[in-house]
């Protein structure tokens, strides 16, 4: 069980830590086995494709499926056991991008309110070519994150890898993950609007589920050497949550 401690509590980093470390758990263990969910995650987007209701529509590819149909309301969970089982703080403090389609879960949208010129791209020629024209500004928007009256700011950027990729692929593939996750974690913080949430995060978690035949992340992940892996988190705030 996660307890909160009072809000001037010194450690705040390592009980942020602690509770990334209990989704990751909690996830683990009440996720349908791998191949089940795999299999439900295809079912979902199919079904989503071919009923075209807008209802279901933040389920519509195999990441928003996994994401807003396993993921965040387990997460959800734990935010509001942590609040005292408080559902309405609960999702007060759930921000996500698809908050339109979760209003039991998710009280408005993560996305960025201030324009800026960086995309998460890492090709300079990409970014160059960006910022030669009008529109080389960008908004960001993550996938969902945590605000008060969770007492901790986190910011998620999600992601489900399937196809049969080498461990050199899913390096990549992870290496680019875990940026995007660093490049929300270090946008300034920005005021919120009437449609918009105050941007204002101190960490970030990206959570991937490895869907891929041979597990080809987590090939991946043990590849990088054990000293970055620690610094993701001890010296970036970002804390990568590889399932599956």
């Known amino acids: 069980t996660f307890v909160l401690d009072h809000p001037d509590d010194r450690d705040e980093k390592a009980k942020a830590k602690q509770f990334l470390e209990l989704c990751a758990k909690t996830l683990q263990d009440v996720l ?21 209701a807008t209802e279901t529509q933040h389920k519509r590819g195999p990441e928003a499926a996994f994401l807003n149909g396993f993921a965040v309301p387990v997460i959800h969970g734990l935010v509001r056991d942590a609040l005292g089982g408080d559902g309405r703080a609960a999702r007060q403090a759930l921000l996500s991008e698809s908050f339109r389609s979760m209003p039991l879960l998710a009280s408005a949208s993560p996305t960025r309110s201030v324009t800026h010129p960086f995309k998460k791209s890492t090709s300079v020629a990409e970014v160059v070519a960006q910022w030669r024209t009008p529109k080389g500004t960008s908004i960001s928007c993550p996938d969902f994150a945590l605000r008060h009256p969770f007492p901790y700011q986190i910011v998620f950027e999600g992601k489900y890898a399937k196809g049969n990729l080498s461990v050199e692929a899913a390096a990549r593939e992870l290496a680019a993950n875990i940026y995007q996750g660093f490049f929300y974690r ?59």
């Open 32 to 52: 349908p086995p791998r191949s089940d969910l795999i299999e439900q995650v295809s079912a979902i987007v199919k079904a989503t494709r071919e009923a075209k």
């Open 186 to 244: 270090g946008l300034p913080r920005s005021a919120g609007t009437r449609t918009n949430a105050p941007f204002d995060y101190r960490y970030a978690c990206v959570l991937i589920y490895d869907a891929t035949p041979k597990r080809s992340l987590h090939a991946a992940w043990e590849g990088f050497h054990p000293s970055v892996r620690d610094s993701f988190w001890t010296g970036a705030n970002v804390f990568v949550m590889l399932l599956g």
